[in-house]
């Protein structure tokens, strides 16, 4: 996660970290990502029903539950696993996690022992009367899937009227006192509303927004054709860190992010070194180095409804253990589970520019899933990475340059 706002707008200085002593539990919201002991954020995917069927699910979500979900006495045991262990967040998703019929009952156990309880959703079923039960038991954030404007988001989650009922689930959200934002997976469907969102954005008050970058699988024929270019990549992070920008200095203080592609924080210092914004690029990595890049298997991990535990929400096919066998302690730190203990130490195992890649410790090597499901190896280099070679200064074949080590790095 790459807080744009927080970087290349300067809405958050090193020191602002520094004095909560980098603890999860101590740090507000919106700077837990720089935490130094880097307990995972889990998002656990509570139930595969869902009301949509939309077509950049990696969920595979059905219209009713998968017959083997977690009971409620297992699904309440697994949250008293994950507070127990110091997880800071537990993001309920799904599928629709409006569609479990113990989601409220869930998020309030979260919250009562300490963590904080997140919601990803589509909104379709947010009334009023969920909204302020939720507020009520104390959730911090509520992020609302839209996936562009009107047609383009009713085209990505496959029902007319989704893009309508969105909105007004943002507008109630709003309304019973909670904290909501927009979450927008960055297609070519949707990369010439980007503009208009931000536009709606103001209109509406609404104080947050992730951009998510594509995860392809490579097994989704939706998919085929969908995913931004390297330089459309650009170009979208080009859009979002201006607009960002416009918003910062016309005072208004929204929060906007980018998901699932470290290059965007690299690239977002070279471009204010390239604007000319030299003691404002090295403050904002400071904090790139704060928050160390990529962290499936290690700053992030993912529940599934059955209780599988996967190194993050996408890597489905990677499978670390069951909850109904084993605590979520005991799998997240298994010594004998390979995978497991190369992503937590990822440097001396990642291959070609990745491994070379002068920012790498603070991208950690991009989405180890995408390389995986794209190149079929998981340490092969990220391919949705859009630095080029000069700008990352990776050793050209030939010249006999010494490598650095991790700890000369940067």
Request: net charge neutral; charged share 25%; aromatic share 6%.
């Given at each position: 996660?790459?807080g744009?706002?927080?970087l290349?707008?300067?809405t958050?200085?090193?020191?602002?970290?520094?004095?909560?002593?980098?603890?999860?539990?101590?740090?507000?919201?919106h700077?837990?990502?720089?935490?130094?002991?880097?307990k995972p954020v889990?998002?656990?995917?509570?139930?595969?029903?869902?009301?949509?069927?939309?077509?950049?699910?990696?969920?595979?979500?059905?219209?009713?539950?998968?017959?083997?979900?977690?009971?409620l006495?297992?699904?309440?045991?697994?949250?008293?696993?994950?507070?127990?262990?110091?997880?800071?967040v537990i993001?309920?998703?799904?599928?629709?996690?409006?569609?479990?019929?113990?989601?409220?009952?869930?998020?309030a156990?979260a919250?009562?022992?300490?963590?904080?309880?997140?919601?990803?959703?589509?909104?379709?079923?947010?009334?009023?009367r969920?909204?302020?039960?939720?507020?009520?038991?104390?959730?911090s954030?509520?992020?609302?899937?839209?996936?562009g404007?009107?047609?383009?988001?009713?085209?990505?989650r496959?029902?007319?009227?989704?893009?309508?009922?969105?909105?007004?689930?943002?507008?109630t959200?709003?309304?019973?006192?909670?904290?909501?934002?927009l979450?927008?997976t960055?297609?070519?469907?949707?990369?010439n509303?980007?503009?208009?969102?931000?536009?709606?954005?103001?209109?509406?008050?609404?104080?947050?927004?992730?951009f998510?970058?594509?995860?392809?699988?490579?097994?989704?024929?939706?998919?085929?054709?969908q995913?931004?270019?390297?330089?459309e990549?650009?170009?979208?992070?080009?859009l979002?860190?201006?607009?960002?920008?416009?918003?910062r200095?016309a005072?208004?203080?929204?929060e906007?992010?980018?998901?699932?592609?470290?290059?965007?924080?690299?690239?977002?210092?070279?471009k204010?070194?390239?604007e000319?914004?030299?003691?404002?690029?090295?403050?904002?990595m400071?904090?790139l180095k704060?928050?160390?890049?990529?962290?499936?298997?290690?700053?992030?991990?993912?529940?599934?409804?059955?209780?599988?535990?996967?190194p993050?929400?996408?890597?489905?096919?990677?499978?670390?253990?069951s909850?109904?066998?084993?605590?979520?302690?005991?799998i997240w730190h298994?010594p004998?589970?390979?995978?497991?203990?190369a992503?937590?130490?990822?440097y001396?195992h990642?291959k070609?520019?990745?491994?070379?890649?002068r920012?790498?410790?603070?991208c950690?090597?991009?989405?180890?899933?995408r390389?995986?499901?794209?190149?079929g190896?998981?340490?092969?280099?990220?391919?949705?990475?859009?630095?080029?070679?000069?700008?990352?200064?990776?050793?050209?074949?030939g010249?006999?340059?010494?490598r650095?080590?991790?700890?000369?790095?940067?």
């Amino acid at each position: 996660m790459i807080g744009v706002s927080k970087l290349y707008c300067g809405t958050v200085e090193p020191s602002d970290v520094l004095r909560y002593g980098r603890r999860s539990r101590d740090l507000p919201s919106h700077l837990l990502q720089f935490s130094e002991d880097k307990k995972p954020v889990v998002v656990w995917n509570m139930t595969r029903a869902c009301n949509l069927a939309c077509a950049h699910c990696y969920a595979s979500a059905t219209p009713g539950p998968a017959p083997d979900e977690l009971t409620l006495p297992e699904a309440v045991g697994l949250v008293e696993s994950l507070t127990d262990h110091g997880v800071p967040v537990i993001l309920f998703s799904g599928g629709e996690p409006l569609m479990h019929p113990h989601l409220a009952e869930l998020a309030a156990l979260a919250v009562k022992r300490g963590a904080r309880a997140v919601l990803s959703t589509n909104g379709l079923l947010l009334d009023r009367r969920m909204a302020d039960k939720l507020k009520d038991i104390g959730l911090s954030y509520v992020g609302i899937s839209l996936d562009g404007l009107g047609p383009a988001h009713d085209a990505m989650r496959g029902r007319r009227g989704a893009f309508r009922g969105a909105l007004e689930a943002i507008r109630t959200a709003g309304a019973a006192g909670l904290k909501v934002g927009l979450r927008l997976t960055l297609t070519r469907g949707n990369q010439n509303d980007l503009d208009a969102l931000f536009d709606l954005m103001e209109a509406e008050g609404i104080p947050r927004v992730c951009f998510y970058h594509l995860v392809d699988s490579g097994k989704n024929p939706a998919l085929a054709g969908q995913g931004l270019t390297l330089e459309e990549t650009r170009a979208a992070v080009d859009l979002i860190a201006g607009r960002a920008r416009m918003m910062r200095e016309a005072g208004i203080a929204a929060e906007v992010l980018t998901v699932d592609n470290q290059a965007d924080g690299p690239y977002l210092y070279l471009k204010m070194l390239a604007e000319g914004r030299a003691d404002e690029a090295e403050r904002a990595m400071e904090l790139l180095k704060l928050n160390g890049g990529a962290s499936s298997g290690h700053g992030i991990a993912s529940v599934s409804w059955n209780g599988l535990v996967h190194p993050d929400q996408f890597w489905r096919s990677v499978v670390l253990g069951s909850v109904r066998e084993r605590s979520f302690p005991e799998i997240w730190h298994d010594p004998n589970n390979s995978l497991l203990m190369a992503l937590k130490d990822k440097y001396s195992h990642l291959k070609g520019r990745c491994r070379d890649c002068r920012f790498l410790t603070v991208c950690g090597g991009g989405l180890r899933a995408r390389a995986c499901f794209l190149t079929g190896d998981p340490w092969a280099p990220d391919p949705a990475c859009y630095l080029t070679d000069a700008e990352i200064s990776v050793a050209l074949p030939g010249l006999d340059a010494e490598r650095p080590t991790l700890a000369s790095r940067l």
